[in-house]
């Protein structure tokens, strides 16, 4: 019965460097949205993908950051030539079908920019 | 557009207290109100939810929160706080069931022995 599963759950990256992180959603869940967590801060939204498709991206940065949530394989957040101010705790959070509004976290990717 | 307020950063309590975390939205229409908890190091868990109906919601390890349309209020509440209960605690609104859900700043919570 797992769960959200987020990988890798540290990485770290020099300025410029990509940097790729990965959301498998819970079984039989089609909705995946992604948020960044700051230190001391709440959670941000960025996107929110459906299989193939781009719901609303409107929290997602213009530049560097991308997202997509393929037919097959995991959802995958993006983001190119990486900046300190990206070091944040990424979560993936998964929905259902059964429409109960609620969400299912992973345990967040780390992101450290040296 | 939506918004959360958490009015308290930061709150401590003793064990064995009563607790009431605060949160105020701004939604136009009636939300979907949520709380959730997290614990350091760790991914976000449900307690409950508010869709409609009965404005007193319970929730899992004895929270309840209570919705209030004319204050805009969603407080959250257990009678007897226990030291499990220390973690970072949110609020959040969506619009619909499936629509991207904001989260408040957060309340962190601290339980002395």
């Given at each position: 019965n797992a769960g959200v599963m987020q990988n890798p759950r540290h990485l770290v990256r020099r300025r410029g460097q990509e940097a790729r992180l990965r959301c498998s959603p819970m079984k039989g869940h089609s909705h995946v949205y992604w948020y960044r967590q700051l230190?001391?801060?709440?959670?941000?939204f960025m996107v929110y993908l459906q299989k193939e498709n781009i719901i609303d991206e409107s929290g997602m940065p213009k530049e560097r950051f991308s997202a997509e949530f393929p037919k097959e394989g995991p959802s995958i957040?993006?983001?190119q030539q990486v900046v300190r101010g990206d070091s944040a705790a990424y979560f993936c959070a998964s929905a259902g079908q059964a429409n109960t509004g609620e969400l299912f976290f992973g345990e967040g990717s780390r992101l450290t920019v040296l | 557009a939506q918004s959360v307020t958490q009015p308290d950063i930061?709150?401590?309590?003793s064990e064995g207290a009563s607790l009431e975390l605060r949160c105020n939205y701004s939604y136009g229409a009636t939300p979907y109100l949520f709380w959730y908890v997290q614990s350091p190091g760790q991914g976000l868990q449900l307690l409950l939810k508010y869709f409609s109906g009965d404005t007193l919601v319970q929730g899992i390890k004895g929270f309840e929160a209570e919705f209030k349309r004319s204050q805009s209020s969603f407080n959250l509440r257990k009678p007897s706080v226990h030291w499990s209960d220390a973690a970072e605690y949110f609020c959040a609104v969506g619009k619909t069931s499936y629509d991207k859900v904001i989260f408040g700043p957060g309340t962190s919570l601290s339980v002395i022995p």
């Open positions: 230190p001391e801060e709440g959670l941000k957040l993006r983001i | 930061h709150i401590t309590v």
